[in-house]
């Protein structure tokens, strides 16, 4: 099961229309729990690159570019 499968059109219209101002504490520890669990799902699920000679992102700075 995927992300998108598990995903309804009014569970997002329903999240999006929420105001984050007006989250309580209670609910943004709900949503960071939710968060971690996810991410705990899609690191076991093998989803990561395991190949070890994959390119990695090089952080550039400005003088690189001539800034």
Known sequence: MTA?????PQ????LFS???LKLSDADITVIV???RRQ???WELSG?????????????K???DIGL
Do not use: G
């Open 4 to 8: 998108l499968s598990e995903a309804s």
């Open 11 to 14: 569970s997002l219209d329903e």
């Open 18 to 20: 929420r105001d984050p």
């Open 33 to 35: 729990v939710e968060l």
């Open 39 to 41: 991410r705990e799902k």
């Open 47 to 59: 989803t990561k690159s395991k190949d070890p000679d994959a390119k990695r992102v090089v952080p």
């Open 61 to 63: 700075s400005l003088s």
